[in-house]
């Protein structure tokens, strides 16, 4: 069965800078993407920064050249570089991960950046 746990989020003033990790656990036969999503309150999840299977990263046009996200394969780990943060950088951020048919989630850390 595969686990994801995040890690890394916590308070942090505007132009600070955190770095999110996502470890995973077990096995995906077909790993697809490995993405990281935040939710805002009130607001929809949406999509920060994805990279393929094959390295190829994607990020969101709202955190571009601020946030990075990148893997250590060997630790089965995902992480998210975020630097220069922002108070509407404030919001739960998830991993996900897409393989075998299906996504993998988890639990979430907070982020939250003061002004």
């Known amino acids: 069965q595969v686990q994801l746990v995040e890690s890394g989020g916590g308070l942090v003033q505007a132009g600070g800078s955190l770095r999110l990790s996502c470890a995973a656990s077990?096995?995906?036969?077909?790993?697809?993407?490995m993405n990281w999503y935040r939710q805002a309150p009130g607001k929809q999840r949406e999509l920060v920064a994805s990279m393929t299977a094959f390295g190829r990263t994607n990020t969101a046009d709202s955190v571009k050249g601020r946030f990075t996200i990148s893997r250590d394969s060997a630790k089965k780990t995902v992480y998210l570089q975020m630097n220069s943060l922002k108070p509407e950088d404030t919001g739960v951020y998830y991993c996900?991960?897409?393989?075998?048919?299906?996504?993998?989630w988890g639990q979430g850390t907070q982020v939250t950046v003061s002004s």
């Open positions: 996900n991960f897409v393989g075998d048919g299906r996504g993998y």
């Open positions: 077990g096995s995906i036969l077909s790993l697809n993407a």
